[in-house]
Structure formats: structure tokens, C-alpha cells
């Protein structure tokens, strides 16, 4: 758990601040990015400053079940932050093209922390419908990469099929790059 110091909001990793906040780590002292190797900071504090300034253009995911990998890279050659886009709606980063998933469709990423979902989430782009961390369009048909929500109507794992429906639970990575 790292604090915002200006604003004393608390936030998880994967629920952050903007890039240029100071921090405060689990040992309480005010912490800033540029500082991580010198003051020996945790693992999940170097994790939670990791994803302040980590710029990406590309995300993979991994089922560890089949070794299946599959992964998307923006259409736009413009990388973001998790940080600074965590719980917009997925309009907000444009389209992604697969590398691995049904071409038939644009892909769109989610970044959330709410009560109904949590994570990284990627789904095809359907009926010019840009879905939020809360509404996910209706979308019956497009390929799914989502881990469990906490709603009992979408529980469970989606790797490359349909996930606006229960599933099974199943282990995944999600990578950025």
C-alpha cells in the first residue's frame, strides 16, 4: 500500500497516483520515484513506483494453463501509464491490434479498481461501444482477457473466449511492455 502524500489518499498497486506524486512506502517515510534504489524500499513499494513511471504501448497475456501467450499493441505509437489512465473509460486509449486473438476485431483495454471489477482487462471494440470498468456493453460475442470479477455473474478467468458470463478459474500473467 503506498500513500499519496499530497492529497493522504492510500492506493494499492493497482490503484495509483499520477506519475510526478511523492509516495509514502509501508515504513512510513515519503518516498518519490527517482529514490527507489538508495533508500531500500519493499517489494511492493518498488512494484507500486514501477507502475507510476512505467510507459507502455504493448500488453501480453499468459494462460498458464495451456502456454497459449497472446498480446496487443496500441494502434496509436503513443505509450501511457497505468497510473495516469487507471479507471477512465477504454475510449481513452484508443484501439489495439492482436497478436495472436481473433483479427476480426479492434481491441480495447480497460485499467480498473472498482467493487465490480479489478485489473487489466481487454475485449474487442463492438457496436462503436467504448466499455467502462462497470459496464461492458453487453458484449456477448468478442474475445475476453480479464481475470474474476467480484460479481457473481462474470466469475472466474477469460483467456481469449467470451467473458460477459461465468467461467472457470484458471491462472493468467498479465505483462506490459
Same mark, same amino acid.
Given at each position: 500500500?503506498? &500513500?499519496?502524500?499530497?492529497?493522504?489518499?492510500?492506493f494499492?498497486?493497482?490503484?495509483?497516483?499520477?506519475?510526478? &506524486?511523492?509516495?509514502?512506502?509501508? &515504513?512510513? !517515510?515519503?518516498?518519490?520515484?527517482?529514490?527507489?534504489?538508495s533508500?531500500?524500499?519493499?517489494?511492493?513499494?518498488?512494484?507500486?513506483?514501477?507502475?507510476?513511471?512505467?510507459?507502455?504501448?504493448?500488453?501480453m497475456?499468459? /494462460?498458464?494453463?495451456?502456454?497459449?501467450?497472446?498480446?496487443?499493441?496500441?494502434?496509436?505509437?503513443?505509450?501511457?501509464?497505468?497510473?495516469?489512465?487507471?479507471? !477512465?473509460?477504454?475510449? &481513452?486509449?484508443? !484501439?489495439?491490434?492482436?497478436?495472436?486473438?481473433?483479427?476480426?476485431? /479492434?481491441?480495447?483495454?480497460?485499467?480498473?479498481?472498482?467493487?465490480?471489477?479489478?485489473?487489466?482487462?481487454?475485449s474487442?471494440?463492438?457496436?462503436? $461501444?467504448y466499455?467502462? $470498468?462497470?459496464?461492458?456493453?453487453? /458484449?456477448?460475442?468478442? =474475445?475476453?482477457?480479464?481475470?474474476?470479477?467480484?460479481?457473481?455473474?462474470?466469475?472466474?478467468?477469460?483467456?481469449?473466449?467470451?467473458?460477459?458470463? =461465468?467461467?472457470?478459474?484458471?491462472?493468467?500473467?498479465?505483462?506490459?511492455?
Amino acid at each position: 500500500m503506498c &500513500t499519496d502524500v499530497t492529497k493522504g489518499n492510500y492506493f494499492s498497486a493497482v490503484k495509483l497516483p499520477r506519475a510526478n &506524486t511523492r509516495w509514502r512506502s509501508k &515504513t512510513g !517515510k515519503s518516498q518519490s520515484c527517482d529514490k527507489f534504489t538508495s533508500n531500500g524500499i519493499t517489494h511492493s513499494d518498488f512494484i507500486c513506483c514501477l507502475l507510476l513511471i512505467f510507459q507502455f504501448t504493448e500488453i501480453m497475456f499468459v /494462460d498458464h494453463q495451456t502456454g497459449n501467450k497472446i498480446y496487443f499493441k496500441r494502434l496509436v505509437n503513443q505509450s501511457i501509464t497505468a497510473a495516469d489512465n487507471y479507471g !477512465k473509460n477504454a475510449g &481513452t486509449y484508443g !484501439k489495439w491490434n492482436s497478436m495472436g486473438a481473433n483479427n476480426a476485431y /479492434d481491441y480495447q483495454l480497460l485499467i480498473c479498481h472498482t467493487s465490480f471489477y479489478a485489473g487489466f482487462f481487454v475485449s474487442g471494440h463492438t457496436q462503436n $461501444c467504448y466499455k467502462d $470498468c462497470n459496464s461492458w456493453c453487453g /458484449d456477448g460475442n468478442s =474475445p475476453y482477457f480479464r481475470t474474476a470479477s467480484s460479481d457473481k455473474r462474470y466469475l472466474g478467468v477469460a483467456f481469449n473466449t467470451n467473458g460477459h458470463r =461465468p467461467l472457470s478459474n484458471r491462472l493468467i500473467s498479465v505483462g506490459l511492455r
